[in-house]
C-alpha cells in the first residue's frame, strides 16, 4: 500500500535526481508556551505538495492549520521537524529570504499607502529595478482585476477590493509558493463565492504557482484544492483529493467535516467486491465498501455514513422506508433539513435534507428511505453504536 502522505515524485531519465516536492513539512511540531503551559498546535505533521497543486488545509478553528502556513512562512519555529522548499531546508531561514507570497485574512494592506505602493512595497524590499517595478505591479493588479484602482487608498475600497490588492501584493514577488490563510473570512457570503471564482481563475492562470490554502470552510475547499488535507488536533487526520474524501472518506472525522454526515453504526456483514451487506439493528442494507485500501472483515463494526441530501423522507410506510418521528425542521431556502428519530436507531438523531419548504410538524411520524446503495462504509476508530 502506498503512503497517503506522499505523491509520486516525477519519473526522469539518465542520472538527473527526481524532482524535489515544492513544499515539504518533514514531521513538523511547532510548541506554543512553555514548561507546563506548553500546548503542541502542530504535531508531528509531514505533507508534500508538488510543484503546481493547491492543497487546502482543511480543519475546524485551532486544529493548526495556520501554524503549519506560519512555519512554512518562517513566522513560527518548529520544536522539532524541517520546512523544505523545492527540496531546499528553510527551517533557519528569516521569513522574506523564502520568496513566499503570504495572504493572510486581515488583508494588512498599510493604510497611508496608494494600491500601486502596497503591491510594490515587497519589490522595493528586494531592491527590484523601478521600471520593473511598474511593469511587476501592473501585471499582479491585471491578474486580480483591479488595475482601474491603483491610486485610491485602501480605505477607499471594499473590502473584497482590499483582499484582490493583498493577493496582487503577494503575486507581485512572482513567488513559488503562495499561501493563503483564511483569505475570504472576512467577506459576506455572497462576495465570497465570487471571489471563490476569481482565484480559481488566478489558481489556473499560474499553474506553475504551488497554493497552500488554510480554510475551515468546506465548499471552499472542495472548489480549489486539487488535494485536501484535514486537520484536528494539530495533526494531520486525511489527505486526498477533495472527490475521494467526499466520496469515500477515510475516517468518521473526515465524513463528517466534510459536507456533513449521517454515521450510522452497523456490522460489516458479507463482503462482494466494493459492495456489502450491513446490519443495523435488526435490519440490513447494501453498503458501498470502498476498495482497495480496506478490508472489510465480516463481523467488523463500521460507520455507514449517508448524507443528508441522500435521505428521502416520505410519508409513513411508504414503501422501503423505516419509520421516524420528527424531532427538528429548518427551513433553509432550497432545502429544509429535518432531524429525525428512526425506530429501531436509538440514541441517534439523523438529519435529512427536503428540496424546498415542506412542513412536518415536530413530533409528527414520517417515513425515511435510504438511498440504495446504502451510503459508504467508513472505518470506526472509535466505538460504533
Ligand atoms: P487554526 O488555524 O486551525 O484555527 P491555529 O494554528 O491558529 O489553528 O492554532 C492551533 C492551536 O494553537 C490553538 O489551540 C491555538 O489556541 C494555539 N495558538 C495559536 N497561536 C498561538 C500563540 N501565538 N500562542 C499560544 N497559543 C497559540
Known sequence: MSNPLTTPTARVSGTAA??????????????????????????????????GETIALLGPSG???????????????PSAGRVRLSGRDVTDLPPAKRGIGVVVQSYALFPHMRVRDNVAFG???????????????????????????????????????????????????????????EPLAALDAALRQSMVIELQRLRDALPDTTMLYVTHDQSEALALASRVAVMRDAQLVDIGTADELWSRPPSSFTAG???????????VGRVSGTTALVSVGDKMFTGSAPAPTRRWAPGTRAWLCIRPHEMEVTTLWAAGSLAARVTGSVWRGATTRFTLAVD??????????????????????????????????????????
Do not use: W
Not at 503549519?68 to 519555529?77: E, M, S, W
Not at 524590499?125 to 491603483?150: G, H
Not at 428540496?355 to 451510503?375: A, D, K, L, Q
Open 257 to 267: 467535516f466534510l459536507g456533513g454526515a449521517n454515521l450510522i453504526g452497523c456490522t
Open 63 to 77: 486544529s493548526g492549520k495556520s501554524t503549519a502556513l506560519k512555519a512554512l512562512a518562517g513566522f513560527v519555529r
Open 344 to 385: 429501531g436507531l436509538p440514541d441517534q438523531l439523523l438529519e435529512a435534507d427536503v428540496t424546498g419548504r415542506v412542513e412536518h410538524p415536530i413530533e409528527s411520524r414520517v417515513g425515511v428511505r435510504f438511498p440504495n446503495p446504502t451510503g459508504v462504509l467508513v472505518e470506526a476508530a472509535g466505538p460504533t453504536r
Open 18 to 51: 527526481p524532482a524535489q516536492p515544492s513544499i515539504a513539512f518533514d514531521r513538523v511540531t511547532v510548541s506554543y508556551g512553555r514548561g507546563k503551559k506548553s500546548t503542541d498546535a502542530l504535531l508531528d505533521f509531514t505533507l508534500r505538495v508538488e510543484r
Open 123 to 181: 519589490l522595493k524590499a528586494r531592491r527590484i529595478p523601478k521600471a520593473q517595478i511598474t511593469e511587476r505591479v501592473s501585471d499582479a493588479l491585471a491578474m486580480v482585476s483591479m488595475s482601474d484602482y491603483a491610486s485610491r487608498l485602501p480605505r477607499e475600497l471594499s473590502g473584497g477590493q482590499q483582499q484582490r490588492v493583498a493577493i496582487a501584493r503577494a503575486l507581485a514577488i512572482r513567488p513559488d509558493v503562495l499561501l493563503l490563510d
